[in-house]
């Protein structure tokens, strides 16, 4: 399906070791992944050569600025086709990943992949500001981290209350400009964070990107996440 001396090379050249076990996963991953794109909108992007470059090398690159075993408690907020969540577990399967999305048909996608593969994860059908109101979820996670959801300040409402004290939040994103940058730097030292590193890069096909670690330094105030509306209508 896909080409593995690209994805290999395109980790190399992103600093990152992949091994042959885990791009055979990866092969796969992308086989099923183009299949049922047919019958439920999971990506736009389904030739190869783009899912090996945009979506497993781009969601891999949080394993070189963020610090990841099989110790950690891993949420991926709003997962949907399982980036980087399932790219991370096919990595490796050491990984204790939790994948969360409100869109429950994108979630059976995760499950049969997952499964198929051998591996394991937890995967659950609920809206990030839901999640956050529960204990079971609630500053429980030492990393966590998401693809392609939403502006910085919207996510961080989403996110941030779900990291323990002492963890990260570690968004993918691509470059933040100034006004999304400053927006969503406050947002996240509003909810008890602080950002420690904003790490930026290129992809394989030339596009910028950006990883920001952010370190929890103090519970979030019980008053976020807001309702969905809430934050809608007037995001921090």
């Not at 047919?38 to 963020?66: G, M």
């Not at 996608?109 to 994860?121: P, Q």
């Not at 392609?148 to 994103?173: C, R, T, W």
């Given at each position: 399906m896909i080409s593995k001396e690209l994805l290999k090379t395109s980790c190399e050249g992103l600093g990152i070791d992949i091994s042959d076990e885990a791009i055979d996963r990866f092969d796969l991953y992308a086989e099923r992944l183009v299949?049922?794109?047919e019958k439920v909108n999971l990506t736009a992007?389904?030739?190869?050569?783009?899912?090996?470059?945009k979506h497993f090398a781009d969601s891999l690159c949080l394993v070189k600025y963020a610090e990841l075993n099989g110790s950690k408690k891993i949420i991926d907020v709003g997962t949907g086709a399982g980036f980087p969540g399932a790219a991370l577990l096919c990595y490796n399967p050491e990984l204790n990943i939790t994948m969360i999305d409100s869109v429950n048909k994108k979630l059976d996608f995760i499950r049969s992949l997952?499964?198929?593969?051998?591996?394991?994860?937890?995967?659950?059908?609920i809206r990030?500001?839901?999640?956050a109101k529960k204990k079971?979820?609630?500053?429980q996670f030492d990393v966590v981290t998401s693809r392609a959801v939403a502006a910085l300040n919207v996510l961080s409402e989403y996110s941030v209350p779900l990291v323990k004290v002492g963890g990260?939040?570690?968004?993918?994103?691509?470059?933040?400009?100034?006004?999304?940058?400053?927006?969503?730097?406050?947002?996240?030292a509003n909810l008890g964070a602080k950002v420690v590193s904003r790490n930026r890069y290129k992809i394989p096909d030339g596009s910028e990107r950006e990883i920001i670690i952010a370190k929890k330094v103090s519970q979030t105030s019980p008053k976020y996440p807001r309702a969905y509306a809430q934050i809608s209508k007037k995001p921090l």
């Amino acid at each position: 399906m896909i080409s593995k001396e690209l994805l290999k090379t395109s980790c190399e050249g992103l600093g990152i070791d992949i091994s042959d076990e885990a791009i055979d996963r990866f092969d796969l991953y992308a086989e099923r992944l183009v299949a049922y794109n047919e019958k439920v909108n999971l990506t736009a992007i389904t030739a190869p050569d783009d899912i090996v470059i945009k979506h497993f090398a781009d969601s891999l690159c949080l394993v070189k600025y963020a610090e990841l075993n099989g110790s950690k408690k891993i949420i991926d907020v709003g997962t949907g086709a399982g980036f980087p969540g399932a790219a991370l577990l096919c990595y490796n399967p050491e990984l204790n990943i939790t994948m969360i999305d409100s869109v429950n048909k994108k979630l059976d996608f995760i499950r049969s992949l997952v499964k198929e593969l051998g591996l394991s994860a937890d995967i659950i059908t609920i809206r990030a500001e839901e999640a956050a109101k529960k204990k079971e979820f609630r500053e429980q996670f030492d990393v966590v981290t998401s693809r392609a959801v939403a502006a910085l300040n919207v996510l961080s409402e989403y996110s941030v209350p779900l990291v323990k004290v002492g963890g990260i939040f570690s968004p993918l994103k691509a470059v933040l400009s100034p006004e999304e940058a400053q927006r969503g730097l406050g947002a996240i030292a509003n909810l008890g964070a602080k950002v420690v590193s904003r790490n930026r890069y290129k992809i394989p096909d030339g596009s910028e990107r950006e990883i920001i670690i952010a370190k929890k330094v103090s519970q979030t105030s019980p008053k976020y996440p807001r309702a969905y509306a809430q934050i809608s209508k007037k995001p921090l």
